[in-house]
């Protein structure tokens, strides 16, 4: 099983900046992708932006303002957010696809980190 756990959040004003972490642990042979999903009261979840071995992908609202970066050598994801707006307030959420497993077994996960909450407000 993979356990991601998520680092960051909290309260900025208008126009900061926040940086999210996410660390991904356990029996993990090889990473497809890992992204950040956030959710707002009343909202589905929505995704904010994915890093693959082919490259990056963001969300139209937060082109320009949001950065994702993974260091393979950790297995972590994490995403630089600037110029905050109040639209940006939400649970954010660490997502991780790939494979674990052992020399004996291995199988495809779909993992998820517990959320943290961002709020832009002044």
């Known amino acids: 099983q993979v356990q991601l756990v998520e680092s960051g959040g909290g309260l900025v004003q208008p126009g900061g900046s926040l940086r999210l972490s996410c660390a991904a642990s356990g029996s993990i042979l090889s990473i497809n992708a890992m992204g950040w999903y956030r959710q707002a009261p009343g909202k589905q979840r929505e995704l904010v932006a994915v890093i693959t071995g082919g490259g990056t992908n963001y969300a139209d609202y937060v082109k320009g303002r949001f950065t994702i970066s993974r260091d393979n050598t950790k297995n972590t994801v994490a995403l630089q957010m600037n110029s905050l707006k109040p639209e940006d307030t939400a649970v954010y959420y660490c997502?991780?696809?790939?494979?674990?497993?052992?020399?004996?077994?291995?199988?495809?996960?779909?993992?998820w980190g517990q959320g943290t909450q961002v709020t832009v407000s002044s």
């Open positions: 997502n991780v696809r790939g494979i674990s497993g052992t020399t004996i077994w291995r199988q495809a996960f779909d993992s």
